[in-house]
């Protein structure tokens, strides 16, 4: 693989980021992810670890759908607790 633009190398650490975030159960879909494009993976007793400047592009772009949609579950479940947490302090008409 070639070198990382700037830009590129900025959006796989954004994503970097991104990725300590997320629970173990999205850390499995990641992992995933990973072994269905044959990524080379190190693992030990601290976990599993790739480098993200060097994975394919296809793939990053995979984990990175992966994200966004976690992203917008996460977005939506806030809107749909807000939601019911108003109808439950709501009081009612008559």
Do not use: W
Not at 23 to 30: G, P, T
Not at 54 to 76: A, P, V, W, Y
């Amino acid at each position: 693989m070639s070198s990382l633009s700037p830009e590129e190398y900025d959006r796989r650490k954004r994503c970097l980021e991104t990725l300590k975030g997320l629970s173990k159960a999205e850390h499995i879909e990641i992992l995933r992810i990973l072994q269905k494009h044959n990524t080379p993976l190190s693992e030990n007793l601290n976990g599993v670890f790739f480098n993200l400047c060097l994975l394919e592009q296809t793939t990053f772009q995979d984990i990175e759908l992966f994200i966004n949609f976690t992203q917008s579950n996460r977005k939506d479940l806030i809107e749909r607790e807000r939601f019911m947490s108003t109808l439950v302090t709501a009081s009612p008409t008559e």
